[in-house]
């Protein structure tokens, strides 16, 4: 598998945002590998985009990364305790970047459900199967992704996302939980594999 390069990431958001989909995040952490891919994305087009943490110039402490060099870890806690795994997108001082909602597990299951459950796959019933990684929250914790991960450089060696050349089907719909963002909470910029 080939990692992606910066340049993947500074292109369009909408348009990095669909390619994500099918792609592998691999996270190292030294012990052990995890593997899984991208089923479901959402796309934050800075500036503009009332949905997004830098709608309208905002600029702080927590957004910082987003201003900096596509192909950077975005990670910011919500409700005090769900962490969410974004990539930042475009070029230098255009904050924008595409949230990951939802992922497959590929490699190192049982590693992302003593994660995500503190128990083994065999120990899950169905309802915890079937939302294992489908939503933002669940796949940081089961893949280990935390504040200390924020800022991350994606063409390291700990934290990527590779090609798997696999050709997928995308749907598009609207952004979840967003409501407070007038109309940008009607744009079709969520994306997620058929």
């Given at each position: ?47 503009d985009d009332k949905a ?143």
């Amino acid at each position: 598998m080939k990692k992606l390069c910066r340049d993947f990431y500074e292109r369009d958001t909408l348009e990095v945002a669909k390619d994500l989909l099918g792609k592998y995040i691999v996270y190292d952490n030294m012990e052990e590998q995890i593997i899984v891919k991208i089923t479901e994305v959402e796309a934050y087009k800075g500036v503009d985009d009332k949905a997004c943490h830098t709608y309208g110039g905002r600029r702080t402490p927590r957004t910082e990364v987003m201003w900096g060099q596509a192909g950077h870890a975005y990670i910011y806690i919500i409700y005090g305790m769900y962490y969410c795994f974004n990539i930042v997108t475009e070029k230098e001082g255009n904050p924008c970047a595409v949230l990951i909602r939802g992922v497959e597990p590929i490699e190192n299951i049982s590693k992302m459900t003593y994660n995500r459950y503190n128990r083994t796959y065999s120990e899950l019933n169905r309802y915890q199967i079937k939302n294992f990684t489908n939503g933002p929250g669940k796949l940081c914790k089961a893949i280990g992704l935390d504040l200390r991960h924020n800022g991350l450089d994606l063409l390291s060696d700990k934290l990527y996302v590779c090609d798997n050349n696999e050709i997928v089907n995308i749907k598009e719909a609207k952004r979840i939980n967003i409501d407070y963002a007038e109309e940008a909470a009607d744009y079709l910029w969520r994306f997620y594999i058929e």
